[in-house]
């Protein structure tokens, strides 16, 4: 088990590099081993972290001796025209102050609901719909601090929570700091414009953790049984769904698609 756990986690890790969210259950689970102590339970957790750690250490090493690089981003990053800041112009960025971290903040999370499918050089979105991302997306995850439960939660489900918001906050904080890390020069996305980097795909190991700390708060709001909590997601649904599909009905009409015939006239 601990040996599978630990190869997984390198998988993900080997996987995007940006999953570095995967670490949080990591640290949780062999700090609350060793808190239990014993001998078994520290062989499992050295096993664990070594499965983890030696196909992620073999592949820097790789990277080091073939391409001079320990992350291998070097090339790609001089292909994209960024350039690394000095680490003393870091905090002369637009996500110190209140607008740039609320469009930091929103732009990650509508990302995570919508993707990033492009149409004519821009994003098919519409204002509404990616304020209505960041703002729910708000509510939900911040509702257990102001909305009581019914019923106390565990210490299990404690537990689990503070793991998904690590995950969270460590993913946030991985695409924040390549934000401030560099100047983007020439590049469309990000750009000097626009320096933020909030495609959210690239730390795809937290969505899952996301969706349950979403999940969670939208049952507190919603309320009631699970008839009415049911009738919430499937309204919920509804809505995203038509909204989507009146934001991509230029597409579904461009004469390029294999299916555009005359009856979506």
């Not at 019923?151 to 460590?170: D, G, N, T, Y």
Request: charged share 15%; hydrophobic share 55%.
């Amino acid at each position: 088990e601990a040996l599978a756990s630990g190869l997984l986690l390198a998988a993900a890790l080997l996987t995007k590099a940006s999953n570095v969210a995967v670490l949080a259950p990591l640290a949780f689970v062999a700090s609350s081993r060793l808190r239990a102590g014993g001998r078994k339970e520290a062989a499992r957790i050295v096993m664990l972290v070594g499965a983890a750690a030696l196909p992620v250490a073999g592949w820097l090493f790789r990277n080091a001796v073939v391409g001079g690089d320990v992350m291998g981003t070097a090339a790609k990053v001089a292909a994209l025209g960024w350039t690394a800041k000095p680490v003393g112009a870091w905090l002369d960025h637009p996500l110190f102050t209140v607008h740039g971290a609320l469009a930091f903040a929103g732009g990650l999370a509508a990302t995570a609901w919508r993707g990033e499918f492009f149409w004519h050089g821009g994003p098919r979105t519409g204002p509404v719909l990616d304020a209505w991302f960041a703002l729910s997306t708000a509510a939900f995850l911040l509702a257990p601090r102001f909305v009581r439960s019914p019923r106390p939660a565990a210490r299990a489900q404690r537990q689990a929570s503070a793991v998904c918001w690590a995950m969270l906050i460590a993913s946030a904080v991985f695409l924040a700091a390549v934000s401030v890390a560099f100047d983007f020069g020439p590049c469309n996305y990000p750009s000097r414009a626009r320096p933020f980097l909030i495609s959210a795909r690239l730390v795809s190991a937290a969505f899952a953790p996301f969706l349950i700390l979403y999940a969670r708060g939208f049952g507190l709001i919603v309320g009631g049984g699970p008839r009415r909590r049911l009738g919430g997601v499937l309204l919920l649904a509804a809505i995203l769904l038509g909204t989507e599909l009146w934001l991509s009905r230029e597409v579904f009409l461009s004469p390029f698609n294999w299916f555009h015939g005359p009856w979506w006239r």
